[in-house]
C-alpha cells in the first residue's frame, strides 16, 4: 500500500502523492514566539511533521521542509511589553527557546526556517495582487480580506460564513465583520514597516501565506499544523493564497492537542508543562517516544503515569538492541516489517508500528535467551530500522548512552541472560527448586520474568 494520508479539506484518507516524484514539499506552521514552548507545541508544530518526514526521506525522497517563525504579533509585543523589553528581544529569546526544545527531542532541522519580519516586501506584493484582484481593500491604513469575495472560502473548517468569527480585536472599520486583517496601520510605540497605505505592519495569516509562497511556489504538497490552527489561520490562508492564483497546498494534515485533565494545553490555561521541565525527570528520548506513542489525530491527556509507561516501554526496546550491540557488535539499520510498513502508509498508524516492534523486540529476548544470536541480531537490524523511522533508535545521537551508563547496562543485560541459562537448565533437569530461586532472585533486584512460548521474556518490575 503506498502512503495514504487523511486531509482535513477532503475529510478523507487519500493516497498522497508527491507532485514531483522523489521530492516532497512540506510547510507546517512553527512558534508564534510569545512565551516558552510547552509539549502541546512540540506534539503540533515539531514530532508529527518529523516522523513524517522521515518516513518519507526512508522511503527515498527528498523533503524540503519549512517550518516558518511567527516574530511579530499582538501577543508578542503585549508580552514584551509587560516584561519591559524590546519587542525584537523578546522574540529572539523564545524563538532559541524553541529551537532547543525541538533539538532536545530529535526534531531533524528543517530545510528553511524563515521569519516573518524578514519577508515584509513579499508581504506587501500579495497585499498589493489581492486589492487589484478586488479581494481586499484598504481603509485608513489597515487592509482587510473581503472573504466573500473568495468562493472556496470555508472549504477547509467547514464552517458557515455568517457564523464565524475572526476573533480579532480590532478593525472596527472593516466593511464586513467576516473580513479579515492583512496589514494592521501603525499604533504608537509599536513596529511598523513603510507601505503603499502608510506605516504599519503584517497580520497573522498574510505572513504564512507569503512565506509558503516565497518558499515553495505556488502549490506545495503538504501543509501543516496544530488542530486550533484550522479556523481562522489556515482557512485565512488558503484564501489568500487562492485569491491570488495559487494551488497552495495539495493535502491539509492537522494534529491533536495534548490535553491536561481534558482542556488543551495552552498559556492561557496555565497548564503548561515545558520541555526543561519534564525532561528533568524524565529523558527527552522518553519524552518523544511518549509524544508519537498516541495517534497525531487523536489528542493525549497527559498524566505523570502514562509518560512513565512510555518511558518503561522505551527502555524496553533500548534494552534489547544494546544486549545484542554487546553481543554480536554494531548492529547495521535493515528493513522494516511489512506490518510496521503498512502502518505507517495508513496515515502514519505509530500506535500499530510500535505494536511491530515491541512484537519483534520479544522475539528478539527470546533469541537471546536460547542462545540464537544471529536470529536476535536480525531482528535487531529490524527493530533499528523502525526506531530509526521514528526518531528513536537510541544507538545514534543524541539518544544513544555512552560511558559508565551504556557499560552499565550492558553488563546489566548480560547477567540477566546468563541468570535466565541457567535457569533454562535448571527447569529442564526439573529442578524447579534453582528455577525459581532464579526467578525470585530476579525480582527481587526488581526484574520481571514472563514464560512465553518463544521462552524467558525479562523487564523492568512493574512495565507491562
Not at 17 to 34: D, F, I, K, M, S
Not at 306 to 312: F, P, T, V
Not at 368 to 392: F, I, K, N, Q
Request: glycine share 8%; with cysteine.
Amino acid at each position: 500500500m503506498a502512503l495514504q494520508l487523511y486531509d482535513t479539506a477532503t475529510r478523507t484518507v487519500r493516497p498522497f502523492e508527491p507532485q514531483r516524484p522523489g521530492v516532497v514539499t512540506l510547510y507546517n506552521c512553527g512558534a508564534t514566539v510569545q512565551w516558552h514552548p510547552h509539549i502541546g507545541h512540540l506534539r503540533g508544530a515539531g514530532i508529527v511533521y518529523d516522523v513524517l518526514r522521515r518516513w518519507l526521506e526512508f522511503n527515498g525522497n527528498e523533503v524540503l521542509h519549512v517550518r516558518n517563525v511567527t516574530d511579530i504579533d499582538d501577543k508578542i509585543l503585549a508580552k514584551a511589553a509587560e516584561a519591559g523589553r524590546p519587542w525584537w528581544e523578546w522574540a529572539t529569546t523564545h524563538e532559541r527557546s524553541f529551537s532547543d526544545a525541538y533539538d532536545t527531542l530529535g526534531c531533524l532541522r528543517p530545510s528553511i526556517e524563515p521569519r516573518a519580519t524578514g519577508h515584509i516586501p513579499q508581504i506587501i506584493e500579495m497585499i498589493t495582487g489581492l486589492i487589484e484582484k478586488g479581494h481586499a481593500y484598504a481603509i485608513d491604513g489597515d487592509v482587510y480580506f473581503a472573504v466573500r469575495t473568495q468562493p472556496d472560502y470555508g472549504f477547509l473548517s467547514g464552517q458557515r460564513l455568517d457564523e464565524m468569527v475572526q476573533g480579532e480585536t480590532f478593525g472596527l472599520s472593516k466593511k464586513d465583520p467576516a473580513d479579515f486583517t492583512m496589514w494592521k496601520a501603525a499604533k504608537a510605540d509599536e513596529p511598523c514597516w513603510p507601505s503603499p497605505w502608510g506605516p504599519g505592519r503584517p497580520g497573522w495569516h498574510i505572513e504564512c501565506s507569503a512565506m509558503a509562497r516565497t518558499y515553495l511556489g505556488d502549490q506545495f504538497d503538504i501543509h501543516g499544523g496544530g488542530l486550533d490552527l484550522i479556523f481562522p489561520h489556515h482557512e485565512n490562508e488558503a484564501a489568500q493564497s487562492h485569491g491570488i492564483g495559487e494551488g497552495f497546498a495539495r493535502y491539509w494534515m492537522h494534529s491533536h492537542w495534548v490535553t491536561m485533565s481534558g482542556e488543551k494545553m495552552s498559556k492561557s490555561l496555565g497548564n503548561i508543562l515545558s520541555v526543561p521541565e519534564i525532561t528533568k525527570h524524565i529523558r527527552p528520548v522518553a519524552l518523544r517516544y511518549y509524544l508519537i506513542s498516541v495517534h497525531y489525530r487523536s489528542s493525549i491527556e497527559y498524566s505523570p503515569e502514562a509518560l512513565d509507561d512510555a518511558s518503561k516501554a522505551y527502555e524496553r526496546i533500548e534494552a534489547f538492541l544494546m544486549r545484542v550491540s554487546d553481543r554480536v557488535g554494531n548492529v547495521e539499520i535493515g528493513v522494516v516489517p511489512d506490518g510496521f510498513r503498512t502502518a505507517m502508509d495508513d496515515d502514519l498508524g505509530v500506535p500499530r508500528a510500535l505494536a511491530v516492534v515491541h512484537e519483534q523486540v520479544r522475539a528478539g529476548n527470546a533469541a537471546l535467551t536460547a542462545g540464537d544470536a544471529d536470529r536476535a541480531a536480525a531482528l535487531a537490524s529490524s527493530v533499528r530500522a523502525m526506531v530509526s523511522v521514528l526518531g528513536v533508535d537510541p544507538l545514534v545521537a543524541p539518544w544513544n548512552t555512552a560511558g559508565d551508563d551504556r557499560r552499565l547496562m550492558n553488563a546489566t543485560g548480560a547477567l540477566i541472560s546468563a541468570l535466565l541459562q541457567e535457569r533454562a537448565g535448571a527447569r529442564a533437569a526439573r529442578d524447579f527448586a534453582t528455577a525459581d530461586a532464579i526467578r525470585d532472585r530476579l525480582a527481587a533486584a526488581g526484574f520481571a520474568i514472563e514464560d512465553t512460548k518463544d521462552g524467558p521474556i525479562w523487564s523492568v518490575a512493574g512495565e507491562r
